[in-house]
Nanobody
């Protein structure tokens, strides 16, 4: 019913920048919380940043001041601008949307993107 498609990952040198996008399509009434997670090899998935329907944002300490999360509600898209990238930012990045579906009020469903690889290396 709902599909999330991520884009923007790739290979970048330390200090460089990337911009990730996550676009939703399907039977969507509204999107509540949008979040970015990441998972490095051998580590648990961790929350990177979140933005709610009102535009309030939260960031993990390890990305504060370097990453910026934003959303375009009309396009049903979330972005993650990643600046001053470090090798330890290397991971697969996943998007998460909490979605209310058309015809099913007052219930939020969880949807995930397929993941996009970000590799920071010299």
């Amino acid at each position: 019913q709902v599909r999330l498609v991520e884009s923007g990952g790739g290979l970048v040198q330390p200090g460089g920048s990337l911009r990730l996008s996550c676009a939703a399509s399907g039977n969507i009434f509204s999107i509540d919380t949008m979040e970015w997670y990441r998972q490095a090899p051998g580590r648990q998935r961790e929350l990177v940043a979140s933005i709610n329907s009102g535009g309030s944002t939260n960031y993990a300490d390890f990305v504060k001041g370097r990453f910026t999360i934003s959303r375009d509600n009309y396009k049903k898209t979330m972005y993650l601008q990643m600046d001053s990238l470090k090798p330890e930012d290397t991971a697969v990045y996943y998007c998460y949307f909490g979605v209310e579906l058309i015809g099913i009020p007052n219930h939020v469903y969880d949807y995930w993107g397929q993941g996009t690889q970000v590799t920071v290396t010299s």
